[in-house]
């Protein structure tokens, strides 16, 4: 069994910065892709951030140059750091693990909470 959970949410002014943390356990999760996502209230849950094993990374456009993921094999964590915070950044960040690097993983976190206001 895998599990995910996360920690570092919180809230922040526009502009600012917040790095999410991800701490992963469980059987083969050492050799998964780990990624982000996040869910807005009343929309889906979208896109944030992939990497793979040995440090490949995806992100969409919406994200792109603002946001950063990482990865520390040694302590099966994973990062978001997030950078120029917008209120359209508000959101519920999930961490998700899955053996592949192109889709989405079978295991979610519980969220955290993160919102950008003034």
């Known amino acids: 069994q895998v599990q995910l959970v996360e920690s570092g949410g919180g809230l922040v002014q526009p502009g600012g910065s917040l790095k999410l943390s991800c701490a992963a356990s469980?059987?083969?999760?050492?050799?998964?892709?780990l990624g982000w996502y996040r869910q807005a209230p009343g929309k889906q849950r979208t896109f944030v951030a992939r990497i793979s094993l040995i440090g490949n990374t995806i992100y969409p456009e919406s994200v792109k140059g603002r946001f950063t993921i990482s990865r520390d094999n040694a302590k099966n964590t994973v990062y978001l750091q997030m950078n120029s915070l917008k209120p359209e950044d508000t959101a519920v960040y999930y961490c998700?693990?899955?053996?592949?690097?192109?889709?989405?993983?079978?295991?979610w976190g519980q969220g955290t909470q993160v919102t950008v206001s003034s």
């Open positions: 998700n693990a899955g053996p592949k690097y192109y889709s989405v993983g079978d295991y």
């Open positions: 469980g059987s083969g999760v050492s050799t998964y892709a």
